[in-house]
DNA sequence: ATTTGCAAAAATATCGATAAAAAACTTGCA
DNA sequence: TGCAAGTTTTTTATCGATATTTTTGCAAAT
């Protein structure tokens, strides 16, 4: 049967809810970089009590979406060039290896499930509306596959949280257009993971977040450029 | 001026004081490896009200301390010999970077923070009383030292995360010996930091974290070998 | 014009009480 | 005895209220 509206992901407490709905909001750009987070407006809008709250942001500034001061209460973390590199350079690290554990332990489940969810994020990337949405979520769910024979369970928890970081720059930063020559890219990382072939699948993964990062890093070097500009 | 005993560490909130005590706790074994956490108990046990005592608990889920299920509670994270390799590996390939990076952006007060923290190790581990806290703390700021020029937030994030990790299992393991010939690995690291020899650093970096990682884990193989004799 | 001191306002952190859920414990019945 | 349904107890999650701290606003003084 099927769930509450307010439930119906997998967020049994309202706490849970509060934290998934900040934590949509801070990467989707709803909730601004370095922006005030106070309680007591945020409980007007998300409509929990502070302690549910509370608890939510304690989580998320625990995974660096928001920064905490004792007594000063929350803000949205800060965005920056250098937080970009940083969260890039070690995104590159980290999903190698999880590729190459993968490409090492992963079976016939785990190619199936990339060769399938290849299949969806080509159609989307081909496909005439083009949906930002629904390409994020194919991407995420490709990217997951082509990792997926990873064992390691810490190797998997900091590659979550430095893919959703990423993902707030991309969002930000290209809110509207999915760039075209991805698709190869993907391609590429699909045949060598397939292939079993851990070192062009390496390059390849590199390439591919470089490439997605750089043209994150340049939309977001205009857009600061605007904004002194104003000023 | 001094501050109040229960504030003198950076600790601004109860909340802040609850986590540093809970987190205290869990790595050095006082409360138990999946051991239930219930709230009523801890609020007379650490004297603080629900509420803050709920905002540790979360973040110290996010970090991996304590697990945390809707509406069953929390409690303190497992032990087991997979997660104790899952997390020296990924310790090995971080801290590899690290000292990497520090090598390469390093200056003099990095190098001489090194030989500083090296020389109050020395004498820790030379002395007569051998005293674990006190080794624990010049351990820590010996490694502490050799990635102080690494430039990446993340990184140390996450190092810092399992690092402690790491050191629940060295303190549930070897509680009262300190391994003798921990001291030589010790030497070998500063030496190859200092030469700023990155290839044998990472060496040792790597042997040491390995060694340290396999006297913990026998023990801990005894240790549950035990708990099943009894049972 | 800038700073200083203080009072008012706002926001944070925390507590105590309560509703909701899960666990433990009966009790009735085959 | 075994076990299913209902009942009590325990525990969790949440709210509303309050004490404490920070910020703001404003007037007097340098």
Known sequence: ???????????????????????????HGVLQPDEKLRIEHLRTEYG???????????RLAADGFVTAEGQRGFRVAPMSEE????????????EKQALCQSIEHG????????????YQLEKVEESAERDPAEWEMRNHDFHEALIAGCTSKWLRRFYGILYDQHKR????????????????EHEELR????????????????HHILRTAEITQRVLREESL??????
Chains 1, 2 share one sequence.
């Open 191 to 206: 045949n060598t993971a397939l292939a079993r072939d851990k070192k062009r699948a390496c390059d390849a993964i590199e």
């Open 107 to 118: 079976g016939d489940e785990w190619e199936s499930q990339i060769v399938a969810s290849f």
């Open 226 to 231: 605007q904004k002194k500009e104003i000023a």
């Open 1 to 27: 049967m099927a769930k509450t509206s307010t439930e119906q992901n997998g967020a049994k407490t309202l706490s849970d809810q509060a934290y998934l709905k900040l934590r949509s909001d801070i990467i």
């Open 83 to 94: 937080d970009l590199e940083d969260i890039t350079r070690l995104r590159i690290l980290l």
């Open 169 to 184: 720059y991309r969002n930000i930063a290209l809110s509207t257009e999915i760039p075209r020559d991805l698709h190869q």
């Open 48 to 58: 929990v009590g502070a302690s549910p709250l509370r608890e939510a942001l304690s």
